[in-house]
C-alpha cells in the first residue's frame, strides 16, 4: 500500500533534521580529530576544535591586562577621554573574535582589560598597542644601525640607552616649512638624533606633538625614519577592511591588502598630502602611519587620492592584513597607555555556580516532564524526545561557535539555555492543544494533526518572534553579561522552530496512523470522551452532548427568533417531516 502524503513528508522532515544533526557532529568531530592530530593549529580552521564548550571568564578565570592612561598633550586624562578609550579597546577585542570580555575603567586614570582564557599574542598586541593613530609624511630613512655613540662594543651585554642630542645643537627650522614634506623640517639637532638613534632603545621623543617632525623606527627595528608633522588624523577613517588586491581590470591578483575610506574631513586632507606627495621622488613620496610612536607602515604614494578610498599594499599576509585593517578601522585613541600588568585571574564565579545553574535547568526539565505526563499521557514522550533533539542542536551549534567563532557560555547564558526548555515547551503545548481543539469538533486525529498544525504554527512562529525580536534588542543594547543571555536566547528560539517544524510535527503525523493513539486511547493523551466528544468508531464521531444549561439557552434563544426566523425554521421542519413521511409511507 503507498504511503500517504502526510507520512511522506514526515519521513522527509525527519531525514533533513537527520542530515542537519549528522552534518554538525560530523564538522564538529572531524576538526576535534584535527585539532588533536596536528602540533600547530594557529592558522588552522579547526584551531581549539573540541567537543566542550568554552567558558567566559566568570566559569574559567582568563587573563587581566592593566593599562594607565598618559595624555598625548601632558595635560590630565578626563574620565570623557577614558571612556572613549574603553569604547574603542572593546571594539578592537570583538574585532578579533574574542566574546564576553570585560573592559572597565579603574581610578582616574586606569583600563582593566579582562579576557577568558589565555588570548593569542596578536590579541595582546592589539589591546597594548591602543595609541594615537597618525598619518605622517617621510622625510628620510634608511635601514636601522645600533651601532652609534654609547655602545660598547659587539661584545658589549648592556642595555641600550636613549641618546640626547647636544642642547647646543640648533633646534628651530632657518626657514618656515612651507609644508609636511619640505626639508626644512630637518634641523642639526633632528639630524643629529637620528643618526644616533638606535631602535633597540626607548626615547621620549616617539611622543612629539603633532605639529613636529618625528624620529622613530618600524615595528621590527629595520628601518629608521625622520617624519614629517601629522597631516591625517586616524580618527578621520570610518572604515578599514582587508582582502586580496585586485588591478584596474578588476581580476584579482593574489597579493592581500588593506583598503581605507576616510570621513570628510579625512578625504580632504588625504587628497590634498597625496597630491603632494606623487610628485615627489622617493622616500618623500612615502606616507607612515603610525600607532603609539612606531610605523607600522609606509606605503608608496602612487597616485593622488581624492576621493577619500586609498589601497595599502605590500608584504602582507592574511592575518597581517586583518592586523592592520583592525587597527586603522577603529581610528585614534585620544590618549597613550602604559601596560602596568598582564596577569592571569581565576574565575569570579566558578564551577559551583556552574553546576547550580545545571542543577536548576534539570529540575526544569523534569517539572516540564511530570507536567506533560499528567496532562497529556502517553504524547508526553514526543514533548521529551522533542526537548532531547532541541538539547542536542543547541550543544552542537554552541561546541561549534566556541572554536570556530570564540563563543564563550557564561552563567548568563546558561540561563538562557534554562529558559528555553520552557519556551519549546510552550510551542509543544500550543500544538497538542489544537490538535485537541480539533478533535472536540469531531474530526479524525489524523485530520486533526493537519489541520491544528496550519493553526498552531501561526501562534508559535508569532510567539516566537516576540522572543527573538526581544533577543535581538537585547543583545544590541546591552553589555557583558547580559549579551550571554541574549545570545542564548536568540539561538534557541531559532533551534525550537526547527525542531517543532522538523521533528514534533512529522512525529504527530506518524503517531497518528498507530492504534494507540488513533483510536483514541485513554492512556494517549487524545481520548475523545475525555476531550468531549464521543467516539463512535475509527475516525468517526459525533457531536459533545449538550447540558442543560446549553439547551435552556437553546430554548431562550429559539423564543427570542423573529416571525421572520420562525417561518425559515418552520419551512426546515415541514421539508424534512414531508420527506420522512413519505418513506414511511
Given at each position: 500500500m503507498a504511503r500517504s502524503t502526510p507520512v511522506k513528508k514526515a519521513l522527509r522532515s525527519l531525514t533533513w533534521l537527520v542530515i542537519l544533526i549528522a552534518v554538525l557532529a560530523g564538522l564538529n568531530t572531524a576538526a576535534s580529530v584535527l585539532a588533536g592530530s596536528t602540533k600547530d593549529t594557529s592558522d588552522k580552521w579547526y584551531a581549539g576544535a573540541s567537543w566542550v564548550p568554552e567558558l567566559a571568564l566568570d566559569l574559567q578565570g582568563g587573563t587581566q591586562?592593566?593599562?594607565?592612561?598618559?595624555?598625548?598633550?601632558?595635560?590630565?586624562?578626563?574620565?570623557?577621554?577614558?571612556?572613549q578609550a574603553v569604547n574603542i579597546i572593546r571594539q578592537r577585542i570583538d574585532a578579533t573574535g574574542v566574546s564576553e570580555s570585560e573592559i572597565n575603567t579603574q581610578g582616574a586614570n586606569n583600563i582593566v582589560v579582562s579576557i577568558p582564557g589565555k588570548p593569542d599574542q596578536q590579541t595582546i598586541q592589539r589591546i597594548e598597542a591602543a595609541a594615537k593613530l597618525t598619518f605622517r609624511p617621510v622625510l628620510y630613512t634608511e635601514a636601522a644601525s645600533d651601532s652609534a655613540v654609547g655602545d660598547s662594543g659587539k661584545g658589549s651585554t648592556a642595555s641600550p640607552t636613549p641618546y640626547s642630542p647636544p642642547a647646543s645643537l640648533q633646534a628651530t627650522p632657518s626657514s618656515k616649512p612651507t609644508n609636511g614634506s619640505d626639508l626644512a623640517w630637518v634641523t642639526p639637532k633632528l639630524q643629529d638624533l637620528y643618526t644616533n638613534y638606535k631602535c633597540s632603545a626607548p626615547d621620549d621623543v616617539t611622543s612629539a606633538p603633532d605639529d613636529e617632525p618625528l624620529v622613530t623606527c618600524d615595528n621590527d627595528g629595520a628601518a629608521k625614519y625622520i617624519l614629517g608633522p601629522v597631516e591625517v588624523s586616524g580618527a578621520d577613517i570610518s572604515n578599514a577592511t582587508s582582502g586580496l588586491a585586485s588591478n584596474s581590470q578588476g581580476t584579482t591578483t593574489g597579493e592581500w591588502a588593506v583598503n581605507l575610506s576616510f570621513n570628510g574631513a579625512g578625504t580632504k586632507d588625504f587628497g590634498s598630502v597625496t597630491n603632494r606627495l606623487v610628485k615627489l621622488t622617493q622616500p618623500q613620496n612615502q606616507f607612515a602611519i603610525v600607532?603609539?610612536?612606531?610605523?607600522?607602515?609606509?606605503?608608496?604614494?602612487?597616485?593622488?587620492?581624492?576621493?577619500?578610498?586609498?589601497?595599502?599594499?605590500?608584504?602582507?599576509?592574511?592575518?597581517?592584513?586583518?592586523?592592520?585593517?583592525?587597527?586603522?578601522?577603529?581610528?585614534?585613541?585620544?590618549?597613550?597607555?602604559?601596560?602596568?600588568?598582564?596577569?592571569?585571574?581565576?574565575?569570579?564565579?566558578?564551577?559551583?555556580?556552574?553546576?547550580?545553574?545545571?542543577?536548576?535547568?534539570?529540575?526544569?526539565?523534569?517539572?516540564?516532564?511530570?507536567?506533560?505526563?499528567?496532562?497529556?499521557?502517553?504524547?508526553?514522550?514526543?514533548?521529551?524526545?522533542?526537548?532531547?533533539?532541541?538539547?542536542?542542536?543547541?550543544?552542537?551549534?554552541?561546541?561549534?561557535?566556541?572554536?570556530?567563532?570564540?563563543?564563550?557560555?557564561?552563567?548568563?547564558?546558561?540561563?538562557?539555555?534554562?529558559?528555553?526548555?520552557?519556551?519549546?515547551?510552550?510551542?509543544?503545548?500550543?500544538?497538542?492543544?489544537?490538535?485537541?481543539?480539533?478533535?472536540?469538533?469531531?474530526?479524525?486525529?489524523?485530520?486533526?494533526?493537519?489541520?491544528?498544525?496550519?493553526?498552531?504554527?501561526?501562534?508559535?512562529?508569532?510567539?516566537?518572534?516576540?522572543?527573538?525580536?526581544?533577543?535581538?534588542?537585547?543583545?544590541?543594547?546591552?553589555?557583558?553579561?547580559?549579551?550571554?543571555?541574549?545570545?542564548?536566547?536568540?539561538?534557541?528560539?531559532?533551534?525550537?522552530?526547527?525542531?517543532?517544524?522538523?521533528?514534533?510535527?512529522?512525529?504527530?503525523?506518524?503517531?497518528?496512523?498507530?492504534?494507540?493513539?488513533?483510536?483514541?486511547?485513554?492512556?494517549?493523551?487524545?481520548?475523545p470522551a475525555a476531550l468531549g466528544a464521543v467516539y463512535r468508531g475509527r475516525a468517526q464521531f459525533r457531536a459533545p452532548i449538550v447540558d442543560g444549561k446549553r439547551q435552556r439557552s437553546a430554548r431562550e434563544a429559539a423564543r427570542r427568533q423573529t416571525i421572520a426566523e420562525r417561518k425559515a425554521a418552520g419551512s426546515d421542519n415541514g421539508t424534512g417531516n414531508g420527506t420522512g413521511n413519505g418513506k414511511d409511507s
Open positions: 591586562i592593566t593599562l594607565a592612561a598618559q595624555s598625548t598633550e601632558g595635560s590630565a586624562v578626563t574620565s570623557q577621554q577614558l571612556q600607532l603609539d610612536g612606531t610605523v607600522i607602515t609606509a606605503p608608496t604614494t602612487n597616485s593622488a587620492i581624492t576621493n577619500g578610498k586609498a589601497q595599502i599594499t605590500g608584504n602582507f599576509t592574511a592575518d597581517s592584513s586583518k592586523t592592520l585593517a583592525d587597527q586603522l578601522k577603529y581610528g585614534a585613541l585620544p590618549i597613550n597607555f602604559q601596560v602596568q600588568s598582564n596577569e592571569v585571574i581565576s574565575s569570579t564565579l566558578g564551577t559551583a555556580q556552574l553546576v547550580g545553574g545545571l542543577v536548576a535547568g534539570l529540575i526544569g526539565l523534569i517539572l516540564v516532564v511530570i507536567y506533560s505526563v499528567i496532562q497529556y499521557r502517553s504524547l508526553a514522550f514526543v514533548t521529551v524526545l522533542s526537548l532531547g533533539v532541541a538539547a542536542a542542536l543547541t550543544y552542537l551549534v554552541i561546541a561549534i561557535m566556541s572554536w570556530r567563532v570564540d563563543y564563550r557560555l557564561s552563567l548568563a547564558g546558561v540561563a538562557g539555555l534554562i529558559v528555553a526548555i520552557g519556551i519549546t515547551a510552550d510551542s509543544f503545548i500550543v500544538y497538542f492543544e489544537r490538535i485537541r481543539d480539533e478533535l472536540r469538533d469531531g474530526r479524525a486525529l489524523e485530520s486533526a494533526v493537519e489541520s491544528g498544525w496550519k493553526r498552531a504554527l501561526r501562534t508559535i512562529l508569532a510567539s516566537d518572534s516576540v522572543n527573538f525580536l526581544a533577543a535581538v534588542t537585547l543583545y544590541v543594547l546591552a553589555v557583558s553579561d547580559v549579551k550571554g543571555f541574549a545570545f542564548t536566547l536568540l539561538l534557541t528560539t531559532l533551534i525550537d522552530v526547527v525542531v517543532v517544524a522538523l521533528f514534533t510535527h512529522p512525529m504527530m503525523q506518524l503517531i497518528a496512523r498507530t492504534r494507540f493513539f488513533g483510536e483514541g486511547h485513554r492512556f494517549s493523551g487524545l481520548d
